[in-house]
DNA sequence: ATTCAATGTGTCATCGATGACATATGGTGT
DNA sequence: ACACCATATGTCATCGATGACACATTGAAT
């Protein structure tokens, strides 16, 4: 009974064919729009249904000079959930309006960043988000070939625009919070110095404004930093297989200063989660003994205690930069970029000092 | 001087243009095969290298009905790190092919499924990877769009061929571990029933061959399992923003128990972090007055203390996954498809009960 | 009767890479 | 001298969807 079963799917031709009709009517009908009388419209209908027609998107996307397709840069995503939730959302988007994205991950390194711009030249993205971007001349090639790139949340080059999160008002949230339950000794666990700004870069970075965040939750507070509860370095070394290992590092030395401190502000989720092994390793409790914030609302959840945090507004970077791509794609130009807030998400890891 | 400047990246022609030859010779190049003279070689490359040019997958793709692309279908990508590892990898063996992958995340739901291989069909992936598949039906629209499908690691439907894990070994491992810790009391705490194997389905599935390995770990040291120790119900809830809430709920009801267990033997490492934090709660600690056990090693080397479990080859899934795909492609049939091992990992959640 | 707009349908060049095929030249062997 | 092969390069149809354009037909308005 069935003789068009080539292995590949079918094409508009054949559909056009069963149907008795030009492909021109099969496409108006696909399309919807132009005339079509009722019955060709059911021919045709019939005929797709019965081939189990799917338009060819390689087809479509050489014809229209748009793939439909955009790429997401991304950095350590099998390390840190913060990137894929990022990606997660912005998918979710894309697909509401018809699009697919291309995940990349450079992790951190600037010459597998290169072959994914390339890859993502090769397949013609309609456009690119970055959720670290790592070298400027990398990104140029893009616009070089005309398409149109974002930044998310971190923006370390000045060579596409970006979406930025307001890493001050969540940290500042937290600081305070810390103070009123009586901190006084506060450590700051941050990350990669080179986050931490330097070149010319939009704006402050992620980092400084962490750090900007702390020293100013401080001063409110009437105290100046110690730099003895400062530690600073990287979330984590990938070659160590992605632990958590440099929070844990960082909080073990700061138990072991004479004076240690009572509260410890870590940068990122998977620092304090190295930072809840070493004082539970030192027999000591949380929130009891010492109380610990993270940072990104990403594993948060799952730790012992539950992580007291700096919720990132992973969903919202994630559709808002789609949606900013797309207007980009359509419009030729950006809209107007929203600086997104982060916010304290209370949970069981932070207690008052008068137990 | 740079006239050539159209805002998307130049075509073989163009190359062909300005190096004064024509198109074949410009692929003959590219390609890397055929007869071409050195002078004409070094004037393409010099013109691609001058304009930039990048071949366009799409039109390639048209041209070869190959699209140098492969569907991976995933399930909970942002509540199971699981998840993202295989695609990781699976997505770093692709590229090393030359190839891409599109990911999609149906989220345990069928109709979600459909629409992701609706789109797969689509952008006429060369193949399609399942870690997880919901719908059998939904598998077949595959092959009768002649596509390749295969699923890592989770085997529920007859309709493709599967790469197993042999989650036995690992999991006897772990009863071994334990009983030789002089463990008598191990509760179980599982995931899905749905995933205890029910309809016909190519073997036991991974949630039969974990527990079954409890109980023949239980049996090899002459006990009998307890009832009142077995927990099944599901890895996580979706709804409750995927914590860990199912694993601490179980957890807590066991350690309510009269006499309550010494050790938890969880399949799943989410499972393991809500056990964790419900075995803090309730003022115990682990190791000391309780071990536990998780599954996967995703976040166990995050939690507090650092969480011995069996993990599973994320890497080998995804690399041999794809190399299996490939060679459907190629040949059209699958090779032989191996029983990857899992293997317990040592960490510091489980300890001897003589204390 | 004539004009015009609305409705309905078909033809075909195009997007860019590819590879089958044709063609041309030079050198070697007999 | 001729046959033959290695070398070198060009022409063009093709993949499948799209949309500009042309061509019909019908009914209403003038």
Redesign the interface.
Known sequence: MNDDR????ATLMQVAARAGVSTATVARVLKAKGYVSDEARARVEAAVKAI?Y??????R??RQ?R?FTIGHMLDA??VN?FF??VA?WA?EEA?EHGY?T??F?HNGDGARER?GI??F????VDAVLFTNAIATENVR?LA???IPALQLERSKTPAAPAIRVDNKVGALEAMRHLVELGHRRIAFVGGDPDLIGRGATAGPTVEEDRLEAYRSGLAAAGLSPDPALMRLGRYYSLEA????SEGYRHAKSLLELEERPTAIFATCD?LA??A??AV??AGLRVPDDISVIGFDDT?A??????LTTVAQPMEDLGRIGFRAVLAAIETGEFPELPLLPSRLVLRRSTASTAR
């Open positions: 080539i292995s590949r799917s189990g799917r338009p060819n998107a390689m087809a996307g050489l000079r793939s995503i099998i959930p894929v939730n997660h998918e697909l697919k291309f995940l991950n072959i390339e890859r030249i090769e397949r013609r090639l070089a070939a005309g297989g992605g632990t958590s998977i989660a190295g809840l092994q539970y390793e594993i959840a799952n730790l012992t205690p539950q």
